[in-house]
């Protein structure tokens, strides 16, 4: 059974930072790209942050110099190091592996996780 878990979230306030990690169990994602993903209250899922399986790296206008995204293949996890957090980055944040390269497009994923949510106070 193919499984993404994300860990990590909780209550931060603004200026604090986190670090989100999503364990894959069930098989290989070395030839998947990972992303993350955020749903902040009552609105859509939008684009965060990818790494390819060949390491090339895209982020959301938002995420830019604030964010990284780093993957351990070994042991099939993927990070999220969030720094400068501000309130706006409130949301549930998802962990996704998606076979092809289009990083920002949720409906390419293939694999998604359950959410972790990340809270930040002003």
């Known amino acids: 059974q193919v499984q993404l878990v994300e860990s990590g979230g909780g209550l931060v306030q603004a200026g604090g930072s986190l670090r989100l990690s999503c364990a894959a169990s069930g098989r290989s994602f070395k030839n998947f790209a990972m992303g993350w993903f955020r749903q902040p209250p009552g609105k859509e899922r939008e684009f965060v942050a990818a790494?390819?399986?060949?390491?090339?790296?895209l982020y959301s206008d938002s995420g830019k110099g604030r964010f990284t995204i780093s993957r351990d293949i070994a042991k099939n996890t993927v990070y999220l190091q969030r720094n400068s957090l501000k309130p706006e980055d409130t949301g549930v944040y998802y962990c996704?592996?998606?076979?092809?390269?289009?990083?920002?497009?949720?409906?390419?994923?293939?694999?998604w996780g359950q959410g972790t949510q990340v809270t930040v106070s002003s």
């Open positions: 790494r390819g399986w060949n390491s090339d790296t």
């Open positions: 996704a592996a998606d076979r092809t390269d289009n990083y920002k497009d949720a409906a390419s994923y293939d694999y």
